[in-house]
């Protein structure tokens, strides 16, 4: 998954508003990265199943080695969807449907997911686990 993307500020600026006239009840988490322990991948699927509403999502976009465990959680619950790996518009697209950014990580370091995910007009939740909560 590509970690830079272009900015067309016009077109961020068009989806922000888009985004503030959305009137559903249910929040859309995404994830996009390599499925992986390090990335908090494991600890992101438990924290959202204990999320009490029965309307959000949590969409999650990569491979890597919980890829199984994703699509296990995937069958086991209706609210969490996985696509694969993407290409730079579909990625795109999944950005621009999501509501809120998540990345939950091992690492100390989150500056290069945090500029890539910021351009697409959507919050971001970041936390170094064990340093940091992430409540959903």
């Known amino acids: 998954i590509p970690n830079c993307v272009e900015v ?14 959305r009137t559903g009840k ?7 990265g390599t499925l992986t322990e390090g990335k908090g991948v494991r600890h992101l699927l438990e ?3 204990l999320l009490d509403d029965a309307n959000s999502t949590l969409t999650l976009c990569g491979d890597g080695d919980l ?12 609210r969490i969807f996985y696509t694969g790996k993407l290409d730079a518009v579909q990625l795109k697209r999944e950005y621009a449907r999501a509501d809120v950014l998540v990345a939950p990580s091992y690492a100390k370091k989150l500056s290069a997911e945090r500029s890539s995910r910021q351009t697409h007009a ?9 340093e940091a909560c992430l409540k959903l």
């Open 26 to 32: 249910g929040v859309r988490f995404l994830f996009a």
């Open 67 to 78: 890829r199984n465990l994703v699509i296990r959680s995937e069958a086991e619950n209706e």
């Open 47 to 49: 924290a959202f199943t």
């Open 122 to 130: 959507a919050p971001s939740r970041f936390a170094a686990i064990g």
């Open 8 to 21: 067309n500020l016009p077109e961020t600026k068009a989806l922000i508003e888009e985004k503030r006239g």
